[in-house]
């Protein structure tokens, strides 16, 4: 079996420049994703030499699979011809939450087989007539989750350093109703319609973008119920801070318990486990599903997924704790000097 590490050089060996590119591009030298990865990889957990008896229990099950959650990721058939619905089968066999993307390259009904009451729709704020007309149509679904990402689907800067990709050329369902809402300049939303998308669900409604303890304070007095910290995988601004920090600050400012996702360079089971120690709920898995769609289409995301929760297993095991409580009390980001 490959290590994440070659899987991640295999696949991007695989990719023509143009598809290469919007995965891998959108800023400069890529700072807040390498932030990510290097504030993940200086979290420490102590581990618990007390309670020996876990090594006889599978602790995995429920509570490690409800853990997960499939990142919302757009234009996935210039990966693998099976795209967003190999994707949404696989997660959907797994028992793990999958978040359809606002840039699906389907009309998410084309994914109902693959739905579940974990399945949620992501949505961008492009204009509030956009965003209700999309709650509409995700309520004939029968969706009770949406997602609203404020982190802007804008296009970074170097999107085109691989090579050119435009997504409007692919025919994809959602990129046309979001150019055509930009090319009228009707493409954003204030706080009376972050109020009025709000009043428009009554299911739940989770906002990603999250960075900082102002905009979780002021989305949960909007009465938003879940907050999800995410710097896009560190694609849209080169400075930001890691995904690792925000939450912890986050988590630290807040003694409600308001559900916490977060996502931004997870390629291992240990990594789920570092932000669950940090004080997240739930953990976002992203490029690391394209890399098994790429490899193995359907097939190969289903391995993915399968083999995290068992990493997930073996490191929760490993480290001793036999509860969420002790985890977090003894995990930390490592300074630097
Ligand atoms: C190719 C690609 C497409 C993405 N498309 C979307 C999207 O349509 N909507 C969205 O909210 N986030 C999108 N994201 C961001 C992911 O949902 C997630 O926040 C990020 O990839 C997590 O970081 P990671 O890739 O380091 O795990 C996209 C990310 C990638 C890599």
């Known amino acids: 079996m490959q290590s994440p590490y070659e899987l991640r050089e295999h696949a991007l060996s695989q990719l023509q420049a143009g ?7 959108g800023v400069l030298k890529g700072s807040t994703r390498y932030l990510n990865a290097t504030d993940l990889e200086s979290t420490a957990i102590v ?11 599978n602790v995995t099950s429920d509570l490690l699979r409800g853990a997960l959650i499939v990142c919302p990721m757009g234009h996935l058939t210039q990966f693998h011809a099976d795209g967003e619905l190999g994707v949404a089968r696989a997660s959907h ?11 699906s390259r389907y009309d998410p009904s084309r994914l109902k087989p693959y739905f579940s009451d974990s399945v ?10 956009h965003v209700l007309a999309e709650i509409e ?3 004939k679904l029968g969706i009770q989750t949406i997602v609203i990402t404020v982190d802007g689907p804008s296009v970074g800067l170097n999107y085109n350093k691989h090579g050119k990709y435009d997504a409007r050329k692919v025919g994809a369902y959602h990129t046309k109703r979001i150019t ?11 706080i009376n319609d972050y109020l009025r998308i709000r009043d428009a669900f009554d299911g739940t409604l989770v ?5 900082s303890t102002l905009d979780a304070k002021r989305f949960l007095s909007f009465g938003y119920d879940k907050l999800w910290i995410s710097n896009h995988g560190g694609r849209v601004f080169e400075s930001n801070v ?21 996502d931004g360079g997870v390629l291992t089971g240990m990594d789920v486990l570092r932000y669950i120690g940090l004080g997240a709920d739930k953990v976002g898995i992203g490029r690391l599903i394209i890399y098994g769609l790429i490899i193995g289409g359907y097939a190969g995301v289903r391995d993915i997924l399968g083999n995290l929760l068992n990493e997930l297993d073996l490191c929760f095991r490993q480290s001793g704790h036999t509860n969420i409580e002790t985890l977090r009390m003894n995990t930390y980001i490592k300074k630097r000097d």
Do not use: H
Request: net charge positive; charged share 20%; with cysteine.
């Open 180 to 190: 055509r809402n930009s090319q009228r300049g009707d493409c954003r939303v204030g």
């Open 207 to 211: 906002v990603k973008g999250i960075m």
């Open 93 to 103: 066999e797994l028992g793990i939450a999958y978040s359809i993307s606002a840039m």
């Open 137 to 139: 149509a995700a309520k």
């Open 120 to 129: 949620s729709l992501q949505i961008y704020p492009l204009g509030i007539d």
């Open 19 to 25: 598809p290469r590119g919007w995965l891998e591009g």
């Open 242 to 262: 890691s995904s690792a920090t925000a939450l912890k600050t986050i988590r630290s400012n807040f003694v409600t318990d308001c559900e916490l996702v977060v």
């Open 47 to 57: 581990p618990n030499v007390q309670d020996l008896p876990l090594y006889e229990k």
